[in-house]
């Protein structure tokens, strides 16, 4: 049976390989796991302990039959810890802690979905993505970042094929909309009929500063927005308390842990 509650396991790596940029990876797992999108992973498989703690990954995809399981990551290099994940080859061990955190909800019927990746945030996003496509769900995927290099393969966006599917935005104009992904979403939404506008849902990972204007967008016109957030984590499990985010509650700022009560959070309550 596939587990879905958090647990250590032993992978081994199957594939990792990139295009200098973009790397994924897929690894054999003792069992399959069910996951929600917008969940992740703790992993590090490098010699030694240095650097000590593991790296949170977006779960990307996860298959497996008869007892075994695989999972899949999509990771840029940004420090040391995924650097070492990216000279890693098939056949060496990881050491994995999944599927952690909450994900996206995505039980809401006859909703039009916008998933907003920024950089990275693709990754998170996707699954979700993949999962409204089985539902036969109404969505869009806006992609945004610097130049045409930093954008996915397009064959990794799912429903890319579909005219009108997948908005791609750079900021310096290389490829689709010239300009943020945050104003293309805004031209799009200027764009709908209001009876649309009362029925979108956005789902949104990237940077702070994209999320933020996602949410300042979005909430006055009482769209929701869940956005998942990046913040650097060190266990990953809510016990050390090092990923804090500031939350309205009530008349009040509290604070949750994004590992645990994220990273996936309603936009309304967070703190910009």
């Not at 498989?45 to 996860?62: K, M, S, V």
């Not at 039959?65 to 999509?74: D, L, M, S, W």
């Amino acid at each position: 049976m596939p587990f879905r509650r958090p647990r250590f396991v032993n992978g081994r790596i199957l594939h990792n390989g990139g295009n200098g940029i973009f790397y994924r990876m897929e690894v054999s797992i003792p069992d399959r796991i069910e996951f929600l999108p917008g969940q992740f992973a703790m992993v590090s498989g490098w010699p030694g302990n240095d650097p000590l703690l593991p790296r949170p990954l977006a779960i990307f995809r996860a298959g497996g039959a008869r007892g075994k399981g695989t999972v899949e990551f999509v990771y840029k290099v940004v420090g040391r810890g995924t650097a070492l994940l990216s000279g890693l080859h098939g056949g060496d061990p990881l050491q994995i802690t999944l599927p952690l955190g909450n994900g996206f909800d995505l039980g809401r019927e006859d909703r039009i979905w916008w998933l907003v990746g920024g950089g990275v945030g693709f990754s998170t996003v996707f699954p979700a993505a993949v999962v409204l496509e089985e539902q036969r769900a109404a969505f869009e995927v806006f992609l945004g970042a610097r130049s045409r290099d930093q954008l996915p393969p397009r064959e990794w966006v799912p429903g890319g094929g579909t005219p009108g599917r997948a908005h791609l935005c750079t900021d310096d104009g290389t490829a689709g909309f010239f300009g943020r992904v945050t104003d293309a979403v805004r031209e799009r939404m200027d764009r709908l009929k209001a009876t649309e506008r009362a029925r979108l849902s956005i789902l949104a990972c990237g940077p702070r500063e994209m999320l933020r204007e996602i949410a300042e967008l979005a909430v006055p016109l009482e769209v929701p927005v869940q956005a998942s957030l990046e913040n650097h984590m060190a266990c990953g499990f809510g016990v050390c308390w090092g990923c804090v985010t500031a939350v309205r509650d009530g008349e009040k700022t509290a604070y949750r842990r994004v590992c645990k009560e994220g990273p996936v959070f309603d936009a309304r309550e967070v703190v910009w």
